[in-house]
């Protein structure tokens, strides 16, 4: 009997020592892909800064290399807005401007919304402010014709420079551009 007790205690304590390796397993499991997370992320923050620095520092060789960054610039991508600047000055503004190109630009298509944009070009009191048009169409066919029949058109002694405007920074609030 006593043999049997103690065949029962040896394999009680096999048990527990069983059970505490498979939760100190676990714990190192756990603990292993707790690392394995973070050199993914610390991987992933090189990648991209080496990404970044490696435009940064790119240098174009070769007139054909040139040539290929030159036509990707150049490139116009399709915009259903247009921004008219040098038509007017701070000192023209009125309240009838907005109406006035709305009435001009609907010439060229269905216009949405005109936005006009105060920009200041420094922080000094005195900065000088340029004032830009922004018109927003429905079809980008319009805002490219508009942008042709108005750029370059003389308007209360200024000639206008029309072209179409990133409609993402548009959409975003971005007039800087």
């Known amino acids: 009997q ?23 397993a ?7 892909a707790e690392v394995r ?10 990648i991209a800064e080496s990404s970044i620095s490696h435009e940064e520092n790119m240098s174009i060789s070769g007139s054909n290399a040139r040539y290929m960054v030159m036509q990707k610039l150049s490139r116009k991508t399709e915009s259903k807005v247009l921004v008219l600047r040098n038509m007017v000055g701070v000192e023209d503004l009125d309240e009838d401007l907005e109406h006035e190109v709305t009435d001009e630009c609907s010439k060229f298509g269905m216009v949405n919304r005109v936005v006009i944009y105060n920009e200041k070009q420094g922080e000094e009191d005195d900065a000088e402010v340029i004032v830009k048009i922004f018109v927003e169409f429905t079809q980008p066919a319009e805002t490219e014709k508009a942008a042709s029949a108005l750029n370059g ?17 548009f959409g975003a609030g971005d007039l800087s551009a």
């Open 37 to 46: 997370a973070k050199i993914e992320e610390e991987t992933q923050k090189k």
């Open 26 to 32: 676990q714990v190192i499991a756990a603990q292993q």
């Open 2 to 24: 006593q043999q049997l007790q103690q065949q029962q205690l040896t394999q009680q304590l096999q048990q527990q020592q069983l059970q505490q390796q498979q939760q100190s």
């Open 153 to 169: 058109r003389w308007f209360g002694g200024r000639v206008i420079k029309a072209e179409a405007y990133d409609e993402l920074k």
